[in-house]
Each structure stands twice: as structure tokens, then as C-alpha cells.
């Protein structure tokens, strides 16, 4: 199973694009990179999935290089209310095989400042 | 629809006192999953099931049983509580094809 590395925690100011990168130098073929958002005393929150190059939704981005050894999702301007703790995962597995496990690191906890 | 839902939201236990956590989806999803997530800590996967009847373990399956016998149903089984189980609960489901998983909003447990 991929692990993923990610910072633990950063700070930033309303308006601003955030970036947080997460490294998965293990990725094999057939795995999807995740991004769930997760609220104080809530389950976490689908946010985007990619495999490669770039991919984008109403609410953030994701950027996967060539290598696809890591990734970078992005929120623009964000504001008070995405403070959370964000989660980078690796999945073992494909969406439409009766396996999958995912692995959840420990996230990075955003702050968003006014 | 509800989505997924759990019961009961808080719970306090005693060493070695048994329990069934609740979970259900009306989403008619194939795929259901148990996690634990310790303060400050990530999520860990316990045991998931890729339909009824079918189930596997996760990273950290000792100590917990479930079974699917309908697709809404998912019960988490504690078989002897002990305090490094306390944590909080959360159950998951997603849909054959799909990616996103839904995950409920959690049971707290404590054990004495």
C-alpha cells in the first residue's frame, strides 16, 4: 500500500490560494489519488480523485506530475470556512473492482486566518 | 435520502462489556467500510465489505467482527471492550464505479 507524506499543518490568510502537497512515492499503476476534508466531529469529505495531470471542480484543484510521485491540491481564495484537516490518499485497488483499501495518513490541518 | 447513518452517537463501555455498532446507507452502495480515528490521528480501516455476504479485514481488524447480510447493513461487533478502543467510529459506504467514499457521522466511545 502507497503512504503518503503530507505537512502537518498550515496557516493562511482569507483570499489567499492555498497548496498542499502530498508525496506518494510508492504509488502503484492502478491507483487513484483522493483528497478528503474533514471537519471537527464530522467524517471527512469527498473533495476531488485524479490519476494524472490536472484536475479541477467547483471548490479545488489537483495537480499530478508525470511521475505521478506526488500531488498538489489547490483552493482558491479560501476563507474562514475551510479550515479542516485535509487527507491525501492513495488507493489499492481500482473503482471498479470488488477490492480497495484505502490508507489515510494523518493530514494536514489548514488554518485559515482572518 | 439520509445517506449513511450510525448509531449511537456517543457510548461508554466498561473493560470487557460487548457491543454492535449500528451503520446503514440508503444509497444502495455495494461497498461499506469501518474506521477508527484516534485524537489527532488519521483514519484507520478496521474491516470493509464489497457486498452482502462479503466482508475482508483492514489495517487493524483484532478485537472487532462484522457481517453484510442485507447492502444497507454493516454492524461493527466489539467483542470484549478494552481501553485501547476507545476512539471514535466512522462507517462509509460507496458506490460500485465510484470512487467517493460517504462516510456517517461517527460514533464516540469510551472505555473504562
Known amino acids: 500500500l502507497a503512504k503518503t507524506t503530507q505537512p502537518i499543518s498550515m496557516d493562511s490568510y482569507e483570499g489567499q490560494e492555498v497548496n498542499i502537497t502530498c508525496s506518494h512515492n510508492?504509488?502503484?499503476?492502478?491507483?487513484?489519488i483522493t483528497w478528503y476534508q474533514q471537519f471537527p466531529s464530522q467524517g471527512p469529505r469527498f473533495i476531488i480523485q485524479?490519476?494524472?495531470t490536472k484536475v479541477t471542480n467547483e471548490v479545488a484543484s489537483l495537480f499530478i506530475p508525470a511521475d505521478r510521485k506526488s500531488s498538489t491540491l489547490s483552493l482558491p481564495r479560501v476563507s474562514l470556512s475551510d479550515t479542516a484537516v485535509y487527507y491525501c490518499?492513495?488507493?489499492?485497488?481500482?473503482?471498479?473492482?470488488?477490492?480497495?483499501?484505502?490508507?489515510f495518513g494523518t493530514g494536514t490541518r489548514l488554518k485559515v486566518l482572518a | 435520502n439520509a445517506g449513511v447513518t450510525q448509531t449511537p452517537k456517543f457510548q461508554v463501555l466498561k473493560t470487557g462489556q460487548s457491543m454492535t455498532l449500528q451503520c446503514a446507507q440508503d444509497m444502495n452502495h455495494e461497498y461499506m467500510s469501518w474506521y477508527r480515528q484516534d485524537p489527532g490521528m488519521g483514519l484507520r480501516l478496521i474491516h470493509y465489505s464489497v457486498g452482502a455476504g462479503i466482508t475482508d479485514q483492514g489495517e487493524v481488524p483484532n478485537g472487532y467482527n462484522v457481517s453484510r447480510s442485507t447492502t444497507e447493513d454493516f454492524p461493527l461487533r466489539l467483542l470484549s471492550a478494552a481501553p485501547s478502543q476507545t476512539s471514535v467510529y466512522f462507517c462509509?459506504?460507496?458506490?460500485?464505479?465510484?470512487?467517493?467514499?460517504?462516510f456517517g457521522p461517527g460514533t464516540r466511545l469510551t472505555v473504562l
Open positions: 485524479g490519476y494524472k
Open positions: 510508492n504509488i502503484a499503476t492502478n491507483d487513484y
Open positions: 490518499l492513495v488507493g489499492e485497488g481500482r473503482a471498479t473492482s470488488g477490492t480497495y483499501k484505502y490508507i
Open positions: 462509509a459506504s460507496r458506490g460500485q464505479g465510484a470512487w467517493e467514499q460517504f
